[in-house]
């Protein structure tokens, strides 16, 4: 239902935007995130987004990560700008969604991508 892409290899200093898509039956989404685990330590939260566009971001990244969204096409990203090497992580989107007028919110995560910050 969600899919990230965007990760890869970046040299510390560097850019790069991560999109994830909802697809499949949305009947509504009301906040979007997303998250990172590195090797050997917990998922972290990064970043929200409500569905009025209001953002939120962890201290670790406020300043150079940049969330934000296109409720037209269900799709959030995340623009990442001078990325250092503890950036490294497996990048997950998140959404609070629901299938049909009937249906309850439900958290949906993408399958992760991969962000590796070296030189």
């Known amino acids: 239902q969600l899919q990230a892409s965007g990760g890869g290899l970046v040299q510390p200093g560097g850019s790069r935007r991560l999109s994830c898509a909802a697809s499949g039956s949305i009947f509504s989404i009301t906040a979007m995130a997303w998250y990172r685990q590195a090797p050997g330590k917990q998922r972290e939260l990064v970043a929200t987004i409500s569905s009025g566009g209001s953002p939120y971001y962890a201290d670790s990244v406020k300043g150079r990560f940049t969330i934000s969204r296109d409720n037209a096409k269900n799709t959030v990203y995340l623009q990442m700008n001078s990325l250092k090497p503890d950036d490294t992580a497996v990048y997950y989107c998140?959404?609070?969604?629901?299938?049909?007028?009937?249906?309850?919110?439900?958290?949906?995560w993408g399958q992760g991508t991969l962000v590796t910050v070296s030189s």
């Open positions: 998140n959404a609070n969604l629901r299938t049909d007028a009937s249906s309850r919110y439900r958290y949906y």
